[in-house]
């Protein structure tokens, strides 16, 4: 009977992870109808120790995972926040499954549990699936020892062929951040950032996409 009980557990857990396997790959490959892209972005961020101006500039991507800002300014936000698709953060050292998560009726999402090794540890990321654009809906992330993240998308469709963000709001905590006077471009006088709470507010436009951008542009 033990028998009977593991080899339905180990089925199931098979099953789940086949349905994982199922939905990263139908994200990933209509994803990859786009090789590169350009695009416009304006950012405003409030980040543990500091507030940054707002910013106009220019984001340009290519696969499998070149990413560069024209102003070349760090946007101290997660680099998964800027992915298109699953295939730069899955890989075999990787565990995925589907989680039970119930969505009302009318959302069509499915959600993913990611652990990835990092260094001595692991990172968690629960990844939201908009299964009829086919495009991200939320990702969380948790670091235990460094921050936590929730990354919410908004999605445009890009040239009638794939949803890309049409905004990117990302709310972190920080585990290492020292409490600090930090000069606030948007108000007159320094004030102390009492919170180990920041945020991002991404807004995109103008796409541009699968015109062979050149690899000159991007940073080795």
């Given at each position: 009977?033990?028998?009977?009980?593991?080899?339905?557990?180990?089925?199931?857990?098979?099953?789940?992870?086949q349905d994982a396997k199922y939905y990263?790959?139908?994200?990933?490959?209509?994803?990859?109808?786009?090789?590169?892209?350009?695009?416009?972005?304006?950012?405003?961020?409030?980040?543990?120790?500091?507030?940054?101006?707002?910013?106009?500039?220019?984001?340009?991507?290519?696969?499998?995972?070149?990413?560069?800002?024209?102003?070349?300014?760090?946007?101290?936000?997660?680099?998964?926040?800027?992915?298109?698709?699953?295939s730069y953060l899955v890989d075999s050292?990787?565990?995925?499954?589907?989680l039970k998560k119930k969505f009302k009726?009318?959302?069509?999402?499915?959600?993913?549990?990611?652990?990835?090794?990092?260094?001595?540890?692991?990172?968690?990321?629960?990844?939201?699936?908009?299964?009829?654009?086919?495009?991200?809906?939320?990702?969380?992330?948790?670091?235990?020892?460094?921050?936590?993240?929730?990354?919410?998308?908004?999605?445009?469709?890009?040239?009638?062929?794939?949803?890309?963000?049409?905004?990117?709001?990302?709310?972190?905590?920080?585990?290492?951040?020292?409490?600090?006077?930090?000069?606030?471009?948007?108000?007159?006088?320094?004030?102390?950032?009492?919170?180990?709470?920041?945020?991002?507010?991404?807004?995109?436009?103008?796409?541009?996409?699968?015109?062979?951008?050149?690899?000159?542009?991007?940073?080795?």
């Amino acid at each position: 009977m033990k028998k009977i009980f593991l080899l339905l557990f180990v089925s199931i857990s098979l099953s789940f992870a086949q349905d994982a396997k199922y939905y990263i790959d139908k994200l990933n490959s209509e994803m990859a109808k786009v090789s590169d892209l350009q695009v416009n972005m304006w950012v405003r961020s409030r980040l543990p120790g500091m507030t940054v101006p707002d910013r106009n500039t220019k984001l340009y991507f290519k696969r499998p995972k070149k990413i560069h800002i024209a102003d070349k300014k760090s946007l101290f936000i997660p680099r998964e926040a800027l992915l298109l698709d699953l295939s730069y953060l899955v890989d075999s050292t990787c565990s995925v499954k589907l989680l039970k998560k119930k969505f009302k009726s009318d959302k069509p999402f499915v959600s993913l549990e990611i652990l990835k090794p990092y260094e001595d540890r692991k990172i968690k990321f629960i990844t939201i699936i908009d299964t009829v654009k086919w495009a991200f809906h939320q990702i969380g992330i948790d670091d235990s020892s460094q921050m936590n993240a929730k990354v919410d998308f908004i999605q445009m469709k890009v040239d009638d062929l794939v949803w890309l963000p049409k905004e990117i709001k990302v709310m972190m905590e920080s585990k290492e951040f020292e409490k600090q006077n930090v000069k606030n471009p948007r108000r007159r006088h320094a004030k102390k950032n009492n919170s180990n709470f920041g945020y991002a507010y991404i807004k995109f436009s103008k796409y541009k996409i699968n015109n062979n951008l050149s690899d000159d542009i991007f940073d080795e």
